[in-house]
């Protein structure tokens, strides 16, 4: 079964960067839509970003437009979220996953993903 693996989380603090990648357990994760979502505490999984199969299509949400950007490396497996410009509304555990669809790769429901990562927490403070 595909499984993914997210890293690159810590503490960082406010206006730092950080990258962090989902490994992609299977060969054909090259086929997939793979999507960033992240949830912080008390609040609903969100949509941040996500990347078609091949990597000429992204989408991210408008509180991260500008700051994240997302790329893939289908030779490793490997998705990438740059996160520049930090702040502490951006704390939350980052999860990555596979889309169902590009059109839907947003969306945190069954309808939009197939398959979620277990995630990495991101804090964002002085």
């Known amino acids: 079964q595909l499984q993914l693996v997210e890293s690159g989380g810590g503490l960082v603090q406010p206006g730092g960067s950080l990258r962090l990648s989902c490994a992609v357990s299977d060969f054909t994760s090259g086929y997939f839509t793979i999507s960033w979502f992240r949830q912080a505490p008390g609040k609903e999984r969100e949509g941040v970003s996500c990347i078609s199969a091949g990597g000429s299509s992204t989408n991210y949400a408008d509180s991260v437009k500008g700051r994240f950007t997302i790329r893939r490396d289908n030779a490793k497996n490997t998705v990438y979220l740059q996160m520049n410009s930090l702040t502490p509304e951006d704390t939350a555990v980052y999860y990555c996953?596979?889309?169902?669809?590009?059109?839907?790769?947003?969306?945190?429901?069954?309808?939009?993903?197939?398959?979620w990562g277990k995630g990495t927490l991101v804090t964002v403070s002085s």
């Open positions: 996953a596979t889309a169902t669809s590009y059109a839907l790769c947003l969306v945190p429901g069954p309808r939009g993903i197939r398959t």
